[in-house]
């Protein structure tokens, strides 16, 4: 029997990478016929630096993030995907990935992009990706390279 996948989680952001992930992840979805849970994380410590920390910040983020998840989620739906389901949650984004949303949503594969961060950066932060490796419950496919669309001749 071969390796099937149910629920398969992508976080998304925003990035040109995420939206790779993203549309690998559609076609896991549809080949396994499996349910898609789009994510995004708002980190909130991103605002901690700004002065008088005000909630149109956080307000304009959960938009940002709606905005992008309804949008995506629409477009997996048209790419033929049968059921997809979206959460927006707070906090440190690797973390929460990695430990809260597999979890909550029985997630047996998360699909990411290789995040760009230069070598100080990951050595400072270590990358979203790098920490769902190794703390996921669950396989991890990390996307590195866009899908070339398919040509048409």
Known sequence: MGLTYKNVLVAVDGS?????AFKKAIEIAKRNNAKLFLTHVIDL????TVEAYDRTIS???KEFAEELLENYKQQALEAG???VTYDID????KVKIAKDIAKRFNVDLIV???TGMNAVERFFIG?????IVRYAPCDVMIIRTEKEEEQLS
Request: hydrophobic share 35%; proline share 4%.
């Open 16 to 20: 040109k990478e995420a939206a790779w």
């Open 45 to 48: 410590r991103t605002f901690a």
């Open 59 to 61: 307000e304009r983020a």
């Open 81 to 83: 995907v049968k059921e």
């Open 90 to 93: 707070y906090g440190s984004p």
């Open 112 to 114: 990411c992009g290789a």
């Open 127 to 131: 990358s979203v990706s790098e920490h």
